[in-house]
């Protein structure tokens, strides 16, 4: 079952082309690896597919639906629910603690205070960061934070996590850490995870990689490679 598409995705940054005529379709419980040299399109794709970006052409489609003609309203609302955005820079709130981080995607969908918080320090527990839920983000280390911001990507669920670079920051130990509760997830709860990497050993946790270059795919590996027949 394809829970993520990318059609024919094409962009440009002014007169600048990125990405041209890009196929990409996720499965539930899959683990897809995006890999390819700096500047060869990745976390453009990741944004498109996120709908944080618009294509200049081409189709996103989220559970069936498309996804990047929605108005910016009807997009972020989805986001919310069905997506978990791991982003290479990181955003979480400067304002809030390591656990509200966490929790705010459960308080934003009518989660209980107690239940949030219980279910933000069991996600920070696994990811190795829970003595730090009660600092404020400037307390803490970038690698840290980046454990936190994969904490909260997972914290409510979603079908399908997006995540640029999320263990660029990490030593070999704490990024198995996240590569392992992607992988937790994509078996328990039929989550799909695209993660963007230009390392060959986090790559080797997907169960198949695309691989871009100059903002076309060039190469795909795995037993379900290649976009689907539609
Ligand atoms: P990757 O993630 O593979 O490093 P990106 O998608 O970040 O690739 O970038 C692809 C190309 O687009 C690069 O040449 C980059 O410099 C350019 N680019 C990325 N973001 C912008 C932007 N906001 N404005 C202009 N050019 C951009
Ligand atoms: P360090 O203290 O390890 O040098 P930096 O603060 O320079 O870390 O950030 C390194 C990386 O950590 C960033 O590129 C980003 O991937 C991640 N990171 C930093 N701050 C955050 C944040 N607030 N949210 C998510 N990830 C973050």
Redesign the pocket.
Known sequence: EIVLEGRRLTHS??N?P?LGDVDVAVRAGEVVAVM??????????LHLLAGLLKPDAGEVWLAGQRFDSLSERRRSDRRLRELGFVFQFGDLVPELTVGENVELPLRLLGTRPARARARAHEMLDRLGVVEHAGKRLSEVSGGQAQRAAVARALVHTPPVILADEPTGSLDTTTGELVLEAFVQAAKDQGTAVVL?THELRVASWAARDVL?RD?RIVGATGATSGPPAT
């Open positions: 940054y002014g600048t990125v390819g040299p700096s500047g060869s399109g990745k976390s453009t794709l963007v871009l903002g």
